[in-house]
């Protein structure tokens, strides 16, 4: 199984950027998909999750109205459009695959992880 997220880089404060990952896990409908981040020095925070319908999704009150999580079914791809970013936005986000049955906003429902990808907000 491979996660493979790319789409980060570094950023001025109030830019953005879109993160998209590749799974490899099938079947892909079985899967809650979801966004973490983890800052230096910090514990790895969930930030958004999407059921794969696509119907019901979760976001983390610090990027609530910012980011936007998203799947594509067809192509195995889930992706984290991030507006408005500061600098508390820099750390290493990821891509992380859960089963269907979990809740998927918390880290131990996550069963499949990317290796990450940096993202760097500048003031």
């Known amino acids: 199984v491979q996660l493979q997220a790319c789409g980060g880089g570094s950023v001025q404060a109030g830019g953005f950027l879109r993160l998209s990952c590749t799974a490899s896990?099938?079947?892909?409908?079985?899967?809650?998909m979801g966004w973490f981040r983890q800052a230096p020095g910090k514990e790895r925070e969930v930030l958004a999750s999407?059921?794969?319908?696509?119907?019901?999704?979760y976001y983390a009150d610090s990027v609530k109205g910012r980011f936007t999580i998203s799947r594509d079914n067809a192509k195995t791809t889930v992706d984290l459009q991030m507006n408005s970013l500061e600098p508390v936005d820099t750390a290493i986000y990821y891509c992380?695959?859960?089963?269907?049955?979990?809740?998927?906003?918390?880290?131990?429902?996550?069963?499949?992880w990317g290796q990450g990808t940096q993202v760097t907000v500048s003031s």
């Open positions: 992380a695959a859960a089963y269907a049955a979990g809740g998927g906003r918390t880290e131990s429902d996550y069963v499949y």
């Open positions: 896990v099938r079947p892909f409908r079985n899967y809650i």
């Open positions: 999407i059921t794969w319908s696509g119907g019901r999704s």
